[in-house]
T-cell receptor, first 114, second 108 residues
Framework: NAGVTQTPKFQVLKTGQSMTLQCAQD?????MYWYRQDPGMGLRLIYY???????DKGEVPNGYNVSRLNKREFSLRLESAAPSQTSVYFC?????????????FGDGTRLSIL | RKEVEQDPGPFNVPEGATVAFNCTYS??????FFWYRQDCRKEPKLLMS???SGNEDGRFTAQLNRASQYISLLIRDSKLSDSATYLC?????????FGAGTTVTVRA
């Protein structure tokens, strides 16, 4: 049982390049999330998808776009990467977006923008 | 003001000791609360939910004080394997808000 799978695990980009981070879950969860984690800060929500076919902005959406491709997959795209987007990115999922549902995380994508 | 604030530590304790730490949250409308554990920048993993009446899970005890808007975690009989960063997490309007974490190091 893989849980939440993220690809790639590591990536180095040059400023201005674009890329898509992939996330897939096999737990039949309805809700999926993208976070970034920077040193000394808590995880910050970038975008989330409460259910298939819906996406909403989180706390720090600027510079990112997302696609909920189907129930399993939720991708995060950087259209024009900037050094400020150097971070560790985590994808997560939960059964549904209610107050008492914990989230299950992938093992992260470490992204460096030069 | 951050929505969730934690003492970053580190808390350095010997094996077998008890260690406790708090986090505070700013939004009184927060709906649910969790402690997550994160090892060496790996993915966060749910440690336990925090219930209004307080709850235990083995050596771990969590307390919630809604009036003062803080959550606590106590670890008894610390093990080397408890060394990690503990993230306080608050659910606000169905979205999780994370503290920056409290680092605990258990030494032999």
């Amino acid at each position: 049982n893989a849980g939440v799978t993220q690809t790639p695990k590591f990536q180095v980009l040059k400023t201005g390049q674009s890329m898509t981070l992939q996330c897939a879950q096999d737990m039949n969860h309805n809700s999926m999330y993208w976070y970034r984690q920077d040193p000394g800060m808590g995880l910050r929500l970038i975008y989330y998808s409460a259910s298939e076919g819906t996406t909403d902005k989180g706390e720090v959406p600027n510079g990112y776009n997302v696609s909920r491709l189907n129930k399993r997959e939720f991708s995060l795209r950087l259209e024009s990467a900037a050094p400020s987007q150097t971070s560790v990115y985590f994808c997560a999922s939960s059964d549904r977006i209610t107050s008492n549902q914990p989230q299950h995380f992938g093992d992260g994508t470490r992204l460096s923008i030069l | 003001r951050k929505e969730v604030e934690q003492d970053p530590g580190p808390f350095n304790v010997p094996e077998g000791a008890t260690v406790a730490f708090n986090c505070t949250y700013s939004n009184s409308a927060s709906q649910s609360f969790f402690w997550y554990r994160q090892d060496c920048r790996k993915e966060p993993k749910l440690l336990m939910s925090v219930y209004s009446s307080g709850n235990e899970d083995g050596r771990f005890t969590a307390q919630l004080n809604r009036a003062s808007q803080y959550i606590s975690l106590l670890i008894r009989d610390s093990k080397l394997s408890d060394s990690a960063t503990y993230l306080c997490v608050v659910n606000i309007d169905y979205k999780l808000s994370f503290g920056a974490g409290t680092t605990v190091t258990v030494r032999a």
